[in-house]
């Protein structure tokens, strides 16, 4: 059993094949833009002492997991495509930082106080990634097995606890 936090809910979307993506990339893509939609994408990309505890709970239906699945992917797989896909120019991050953190920080601030790495003193429209590593991501597959949704929470100020429960 894993415990974790989440701080909203929004739509589901759903992830299916077109003529130009097959369902699994348009499961990946899908998942990246729900995480750059989440209102603490500030702390993501955090790594240094003073970064906050986030965590990214993806939450899949069978459905997507099979598509995944079939196209060679493991749930490692996923977390690391997601962490280097996610991307941002560092333009809009900046922005989201000045006027959609409680911080009213820069991007550059946090660079030199050790919260974000070196690469965000890049160029405006320079792409960054937003999450610190693969590890922040947690995937569940759970929901109607018949179903191709998907579902990105947050959580920050936590780490998810797992342990096993037995006799369930």
């Known amino acids: 059993m894993t415990i974790g936090v989440t701080n909203n809910w929004g739509p589901s979307p759903g992830a299916a094949s077109t003529d130009d993506l097959s369902g699994a990339d348009t499961a990946l893509e899908l998942i990246s833009r729900e995480i750059k939609k ?3 994408l500030y702390n993501y990309p955090g790594v240094g002492p003073e970064a906050e505890h986030v965590m990214i709970t993806v939450l899949i239906t069978p ?3 099979r598509i995944l699945a079939d196209a060679g992917y493991s749930k490692a797989d996923v977390k690391r495509h997601l962490h280097q896909s996610t991307t941002m120019s560092l333009r809009n991050f900046d922005w989201i930082l000045r006027h959609q953190s409680i ?6 601030a946090q660079v030199e106080a050790g919260v974000y790495p070196p690469e965000f003193l890049g160029g405006p429209e320079d792409r960054v990634r937003i ?7 947690h995937i569940v597959v759970c929901g109607d097995p018949n179903r191709n949704r998907v579902m990105v929470l947050e959580g920050a100020h936590t780490r998810p606890t797992t342990k096993r429960v037995e006799g369930y």
Request: glycine letters at 6%.
């Open 63 to 65: 459905t997507v997991a």
């Open 103 to 108: 911080m009213r920080t820069t991007v550059r």
């Open 38 to 40: 989440k209102v603490r």
């Open 131 to 137: 999450l610190s590593g693969p590890d922040i991501l």
